[in-house]
Structures are given as structure tokens and as C-alpha cells.
């Protein structure tokens, strides 16, 4: 199963929640906060990979979507060689 962006965010809210309802406790959440940082930090890694090689894309990264195209840009087309 792959995981991106949009789990991380939506398993740190979920922890947001818990958290504020008592049903999370500080130790656990500082885990959860440190555990998320490595993931980022290495998503950032791989973004800095595409730049050094002129593209590409991460699969992280992917679930962005259509929604955050620059005005005047409808859609995408990802071609993909195998």
C-alpha cells in the first residue's frame, strides 16, 4: 500500500483530534510529530533528487492532484514509460 501527503496530513489531524479529546497522550503525540518529520524530511529529499535531474515526480507527492495548477491550467497528463 503506498502512503502520501494526504495520509500524513490526515493521520497528524486525526492525532490533532485524539490529542485534544484526551484519548492521545503528550509521549505519544511527540512520537507521532517526530515520526512525521522524517517523513517530510524525506520527501523533501526526493523533491530536491527531481530538481537535480530536470523532473520527474514522487509518488508522496502525487495525490496533489489537478487542484493546485496555475490559473489558465485545466488539467495534467502524467505519461509514464514501462
Known amino acids: 500500500m503506498s502512503r502520501n501527503i494526504a495520509d500524513l496530513r490526515e493521520g497528524l489531524f486525526d492525532a490533532m483530534e485524539l490529542l485534544k479529546k484526551g ?19 524525506s520527501a523533501k529529499v526526493e523533491v530536491d533528487y527531481i530538481k537535480a535531474n530536470n523532473g520527474g515526480e514522487t509518488p508522496f507527492l502525487e495525490s496533489i492532484g489537478d487542484s493546485n495548477l496555475p490559473d489558465g491550467i485545466v488539467g495534467r497528463r502524467v505519461h509514464r514509460l514501462k
Request: avoid cysteine.
Open 23 to 41: 484519548k492521545l497522550d503528550v509521549d505519544q503525540a511527540k512520537a507521532i510529530s517526530e515520526m512525521s518529520q522524517v517523513i517530510i524530511n
